[in-house]
């Protein structure tokens, strides 16, 4: 195993920048998750780690060496595709041995290690199959049976799951999870779902237009996003994000909805907008920190239901303030119906707030 | 339960009836579509096995009196001057056939790869250049190729005729095969040099062996317009010793009094391998190799 190291990675296509001076390590080990809506150039930078694509600019670190000009094949890596690209006219046998054979070992050995892969991977019975005959979770195992046969120094891992039916993607998401606990593996891994993300790595790199634009753990992030984009993505339902001004009233600091309402700021909060650039805010709230009241309350802002959506657990309702759609949580023996008048209750000490011109999040200095 | 089984039974039968229809009309045209391709063929090799005589009677005998195959024995009897010449012309046809092929499959396959998965200045211009050839109708191309030939001495050679049948096969042999790589993909060659292999391995160990079908289809092909040309070999070659199949058959036996059955038989002969060949065709287009390959 080793550690990668991505130093001002550049990649242009023509005028277009894919990746943009992205520089990141990967630690001996780790699971680190590159994640992003798609076009981010999360699936670009996994193929300038891999050689399949040639870097613009920057440095590629893999283990102590500096990989930038070496083919895939001598960088010690192996890779899973979404489409799993498994070798259609050769057995599960074959597509397993494949790269073994590559590297010239003796035939006793790879017939060793195949089993064993299969073994581990628990797919003795299906050896002698060829991939269209095999189910896609079969399909998948196979795939990343044929990266772990080799004992590569870095797994690669283009959206392994996003082919299966979600039953399976949720057991295959542990059993990747389980083998990277086992083997000690570092894994690059690339995926749009937030939630795989969130779930199986050490560190999350969240991309954006080709630019880095945190990195971190899940729960960093989570909780301390660095920018309304980032708020946005991670989370499920997403982050409610309010345009709103700031003023001052009575000598507290508030902030005004176009729509007319006001909520006045904590002192830490109060403190927080100093910093902001100009007098747009955005109000940042996860469905979990917003209380749905059914009457008024002081403080509370009257809004109106949009939907309601029982997911058994807890039930989910949508509301507009200031334009914005706002996702609050309840629980499900509270009733709410759609256009019911409602009021939410904002909780400062777990808002975000945001700096509306930068986008960028305020925090007290 | 009873209404719903005979409401659903009635609507089956509604919908057979229907469909019948459509169905028979279909059938009654393909099997005209059939006898219309297929009588010609039949009537040929039942001419080709009667005698001189029966040939020419009229009303036709539908099937000979006597069948003989005196006329295939003449044709492939090498001491028999007929025969001589006719198996010259085969052996240059399938010379001029299987040099066209094997040279466009070995250009064919690199540059309908290249076109697939390279992208390089004028990669577009120069793929609707290579098929721009065959918008024309071939004749045009007759005389400047005939002068051509001329300047650069290569009139009454075989060669001729290989080169230009390899600008009519190429530009479809590399469209064909293009067709046959991008359906390949380019994951299967990615994981190949992750895995270990260069990036000819990664063509010749995993893409070469999947694009197989494509790569014979297109040498069928080849082959088969090779074969049946005419009009070029019919221009470029006047040497008797040198003519191809198409062009031997007609010299040869409208000289005198056209012998019929032996016409026939030599067109039989003629349509064997590309009849053969096109059976082989066939199978390798049903086949769809790259399932399983990939998750769509």
């Given at each position: 195993?080793a550690?990668?190291?991505?130093k ?11 990746v943009n001076?992205?520089?990141l390590?990967?630690n ?6 590159l994640?992003?809506?798609s ?7 996994l ?13 590629i ?6 990989v ?15 489409n ?6 050769k057995?599960?046998y ?10 010239k ?24 199959r ?7 979770g079969q399909?998948?195992?196979v795939?990343l ?8 120094a ?30 000690k ?6 995926t ?13 790199a969240?991309?954006?237009?080709g ?11 989570f ?7 980032v708020?946005?993505?991670?989370g499920?339902?997403a ?9 001052t ?29 100009s ?7 996860r ?7 059914k009457?008024?309350?002081p ?12 997911t ?11 334009g ?7 629980s499900?023996n ?25 986008e ?6 | ?10 609507r ?6 229907r ?8 059938r009654?045209?393909?099997v005209?579509?059939?006898?219309y ?15 001189g ?5 009229l009303?036709?005998?539908w ?8 006329s ?35 250009v064919?396959?690199?540059?309908a790869?290249?076109?697939?998965r ?5 990669r577009?211009f120069?793929?609707?250049?290579v ?10 191309f ?19 005729l290989?080169?230009?049948?390899l600008t ?8 064909l ?27 010749v160990?995993?893409?070469?062996p ?11 092909y080849?082959?088969i317009?090779?074969?049946n040309e ?25 000289e005198n ?40």
């Amino acid at each position: 195993m080793a550690h990668v190291v991505l130093k001002d990675l550049v990649k242009t296509y023509g005028s277009f920048k894919a990746v943009n001076e992205v520089s990141l390590t990967v630690n001996d080990g780790e699971f680190v998750a590159l994640v992003g809506p798609s076009g981010c150039g999360k699936t670009t930078t996994l193929n300038l780690v891999a050689g399949l694509t040639t870097v613009t600019s920057g440095d590629i670190v893999i283990g102590d060496r500096v990989v930038n000009e070496l083919d895939p094949k001598d960088r010690d890596i192996a890779m899973v595709f979404q489409n799993y690209a498994l070798y259609p006219q050769k057995s599960v046998y074959m597509n397993l041995a494949f790269p073994l054979q590559m590297r010239k070992l003796p035939r006793d050995e790879i017939d060793r290690k195949v089993k064993e892969a299969a073994r581990v991977l628990d797919m003795t019975q299906l050896l002698e199959r060829k991939p269209r005959e095999l189910s896609g979770g079969q399909q998948q195992r196979v795939a990343l049976g044929r990266a772990l046969v080799r004992d590569p120094a870095v797994f690669l891992m283009d959206e392994p799951l996003s082919n299966l039916d979600a039953k399976l993607r949720v057991q295959m998401r542990s059993e990747i999870k389980r083998f990277h606990q086992d083997l000690k593996a570092t894994i690059i891994y690339v995926t749009h779902d937030q939630l795989e993300a969130v779930t199986m790595a050490d560190r999350m790199a969240v991309m954006n237009g080709g630019y880095l634009q945190q990195y971190d753990s899940p729960a960093q992030v989570f909780a301390h996003p660095v920018n309304m984009f980032v708020a946005s993505f991670v989370g499920s339902p997403a982050m409610s994000l309010i345009p709103l001004e700031a003023s001052t009233a009575n000598g507290d600091a508030v902030l005004t909805s176009a729509e007319g309402w006001t909520l006045t700021l904590s002192q830490a909060n109060a403190r927080k907008i100093q910093g902001a650039t100009s007098r747009k805010i955005v109000l940042g709230a996860r469905h979990s920190t917003i209380k749905l009241h059914k009457s008024a309350v002081p403080g509370a802002i009257s809004a109106k239901a949009y939907t309601v959506e029982p997911t058994g657990d807890v039930t989910f309702v949508q509301a507009f303030l200031s334009g914005a759609i706002v996702n609050i949580s309840v629980s499900p023996n509270i009733a709410v119906a759609p256009d019911e008048q409602i009021w939410l209750e904002f909780d400062q000490e777990r808002m975000h707030l945001f700096d509306g011109e930068s986008e960028m999040a305020l925090r007290a200095s | 339960m009873s209404t719903i089984a005979e409401t659903s039974s009635q609507r089956q039968t509604r919908r057979r009836v229907r469909v019948d229809g459509w169905r028979w009309g279909g059938r009654i045209f393909l099997v005209l579509m059939l006898l219309y391709t297929a009588l010609p063929m039949v009537w040929m090799l039942l001419t080709s096995i009667k005698s001189g005589f029966a040939a020419m009677q009229l009303p036709p005998q539908w099937w000979p009196d006597q069948p003989t195959l005196d006329s295939y024995q003449k044709l492939l009897d090498p001491q028999n001057s007929v025969g001589q010449d006719f198996l010259r012309f085969f052996w240059n046809s399938l010379f001029v056939s299987t040099a066209t092929t094997i040279l466009s499959v070995i250009v064919a396959v690199p540059a309908a790869y290249a076109f697939s998965r390279f992208t390089f200045p004028g990669r577009n211009f120069l793929f609707f250049a290579v098929l721009l050839r065959n918008m024309f109708p071939a004749v045009i191309f007759l005389v400047p190729l005939f002068i051509l030939m001329r300047a650069i001495g290569l009139v009454n050679t075989h060669g001729s005729l290989i080169l230009t049948y390899l600008t009519f096969g190429l530009p479809l042999a590399i469209w064909l095969l293009k067709g046959f790589y991008d359906n390949i993909p380019v994951q299967l060659e990615q994981a190949a040099r992750i895995d270990g292999a260069t990036r000819f391995q990664a063509f010749v160990l995993i893409v070469m062996p999947l694009s197989a079908p494509g790569i014979i289809a297109t040498a069928i092909y080849s082959f088969i317009g090779a074969w049946n040309e005419y009009i070029y070999a019919y221009t470029f070659l006047s040497k008797n010793e040198q003519l191809t199949l198409p062009v031997g058959i007609q010299r040869f036996f409208s000289e005198n009094t056209t012998d019929f059955p032996g016409l026939m038989a030599a067109s039989f002969m003629m349509s064997v391998p590309v009849v053969v060949l096109f059976l082989l065709l066939q199978r390798y287009f049903v086949r769809a190799l790259t399932e399983g390959a990939v998750k769509h």
